[in-house]
Nanobody, 122 residues
Framework: VQLQASGGGSVHTGGSLTLSCAAS????????MAWFRQAPGKERESVAR???????FYADSVKGRFTISRDNAKNTVFLQMNSLKPEDTAVYYC?????????????????WGQGTLVTVSS
């Protein structure tokens, strides 16, 4: 099983980035997918989740700015990030959970990508 995250980078406040996570080795359409992030010295936190059927959930801190989506034909999940703020700076991880994404606890997820760094400067 491999989750390959990409798309991180450095932007200024107000900028945009799109993260991608390509999955292999799993039946992608049976997994809920999520994006987490971890800033230095902080715990890993849930950012956005998408159910098998496409319903989405967001942390309050990113609601209205971030959009999670999935392409089951390409086994890929995306995170479109707009209006980025310095407090969005973190390593972003994609994660997969068999059956659903009803939980925001990192330990409940089955597989993880390697992380991609997003840096937002003021």
């Amino acid at each position: 099983v491999q989750l390959q995250a990409s798309g991180g980078g450095s932007v200024h406040t107000g900028g945009s980035l799109t993260l991608s996570c390509a999955a292999s080795g799993i039946s992608f359409s049976t997994y809920g997918m999520a994006w987490f992030r971890q800033a230095p010295g902080k715990e890993r936190e849930s950012v956005a989740r998408i159910r098998i059927g496409g319903s989405t959930f967001y942390a309050d801190s990113v609601k209205g700015r971030f959009t999670i989506s999935r392409d089951n034909a390409k086994n890929t999940v995306f995170l479109q990030m707009n209006s980025l703020k310095p407090e969005d700076t973190a390593v972003y991880y994609c994660a997969a959970r068999l059956g659903g994404v009803s939980t925001i606890r990192a330990r409940d997820y089955d597989y993880w990508g390697q992380g991609t760094l997003v840096t937002v400067s003021s």
